[in-house]
């Protein structure tokens, strides 16, 4: 995702999960929370379909590569 935000994705250590964390850069503050909600959906998207959402994935379907 570039200088716009990040996604990382990791096994919780204490419990059978994985957990999310976003970060989501903007101009302004309604914009990074725009992004974020792109970004969260995309990847919900990408889960209950069980496709590969690799960052340059998930960046091309935000276009911003």
């Known amino acids: 995702l570039g200088d716009k935000g990040s996604v990382i994705v990791r096994p919780s250590g204490t419990e059978p ?3 999310f964390y976003y970060t989501a850069v903007g101009s302004t503050e309604a914009s990074a929370k725009e992004l974020l909600s792109m970004m969260k959906e995309q990847m919900s998207k990408g889960i209950a379909k ?3 959402f690799s960052c340059k994935t998930l960046a091309s379907k935000l276009n911003l590569c």
């Open 17 to 19: 999960k994985v957990k």
């Open 50 to 52: 069980r496709r590969d």
